[in-house]
Nanobody
Framework: QVHLVESGGGLVQPGGSLTLSCAAS????????MAWYRQTTGTGTERERE???????????SYADSVKGRFTISRDNAKSTVYLQMNSLRPEDTAVYYC????????????????WGQGTQVTVSS
C-alpha cells in the first residue's frame, strides 16, 4: 500500500509560479513512476484525468504538450517526494492536481491499480 499527500496548491495570477509537492510513503514506493495528473471537473473519473508530467524511477521525464517548457517534474528518492514546478501559469492550468504512483505513460489512461493522493486545487486567475 502506498500513501500520497499533496501540498502547495493555491491561487496565483497569470504568469506566476507554484510548486507542488507530494510526499509518498509505503512499501516499495520508489520503484514506481511518479506522476501529476489534473482534472478540471469535480465529477470526472480517475480515467478522465489528464497526465501532466511523469518521472520514472530512473529519473526519465515526460510532459504533456500543453505544459512543456513551463512545468518541471522531479523526484527525491531519499525523501520519497516528487515535485512539480509550475511557471508561466495560465488560466487554463486551473484544475485539481493529483499525485499518482504507478506506471504512468503519455497517451495511456491511468491504471485501476494506481495510487492517488487526495488532490490539491490550483487556481490561476487575476
Amino acid at each position: 500500500q502506498v500513501h500520497l499527500v499533496e501540498s502547495g496548491g493555491g491561487l496565483v495570477q497569470p504568469g506566476g509560479s507554484l510548486t507542488l509537492s507530494c510526499a509518498a510513503s509505503g512499501n516499495g514506493v520508489n520503484i514506481y513512476t511518479m506522476a501529476w495528473y489534473r482534472q478540471t471537473t469535480g465529477t470526472g473519473t480517475e480515467r478522465e484525468r489528464e497526465l501532466v508530467a511523469a518521472v520514472t524511477q530512473g529519473g526519465g521525464t515526460s510532459y504533456a504538450d500543453s505544459v512543456k517548457g513551463r512545468f518541471t517534474i522531479s523526484r527525491d528518492n531519499a525523501k520519497s517526494t516528487v515535485y512539480l514546478q509550475m511557471n508561466s501559469l495560465r488560466p487554463e492550468d486551473t484544475a485539481v492536481y493529483y499525485c499518482n504512483a504507478g506506471f504512468a505513460k503519455l497517451g495511456y489512461p491511468p491504471d485501476s491499480h494506481d495510487y492517488w493522493g487526495q488532490g490539491t486545487q490550483v487556481t490561476v486567475s487575476s
